[in-house]
């Protein structure tokens, strides 16, 4: 997660944290979001990573998918109307799942519905 949110990011790690799921927020230019603690890459969240939920650049992504291999992240997550081929496919020969172009809140509420 970055700093420069707007309402749809936040609102994403709002409903994930919502229902259950644990968010360090990654960002080495700011110091906290949503009021926790941000943290400057990946390999400094204090617990293992199982989802990276990527809201960057479609250009930064190729260096966020080479920390989220280091660290041993189970899957990738490119949010709504980015798409780089370039790192899911790296995702791939890594053994990632990677999936881009959509948004984990609403993919959520499409299979569980609005209530936890």
């Known amino acids: 997660m970055e700093s420069g949110w707007c309402c749809c990011r ?38 293992p990573v199982d989802v990276v ?12 998918m080479e920390e989220a291999i280091r660290v041993g992240t189970k899957a990738i997550w490119i949010e709504e109307g980015v798409l780089n081929e370039e790192a899911a496919q790296r995702a791939a020969e890594a053994g990632l799942l990677a999936v881009m172009d959509r948004c984990r809140r609403k993919e959520h509420l499409k299979l569980f519905g609005a209530s936890k």
């Open 10 to 47: 936040s609102r994403a790690a709002t409903y994930l944290k919502e229902h259950g799921h644990r968010v360090f927020p990654v960002d080495p230019q700011a110091r906290e979001i949503l009021g926790k603690t941000s943290h400057p890459g990946l390999s400094s969240v204090p617990e």
């Open 53 to 64: 939920d990527v809201f960057r650049d479609t250009e930064e992504e190729p260096a966020i």
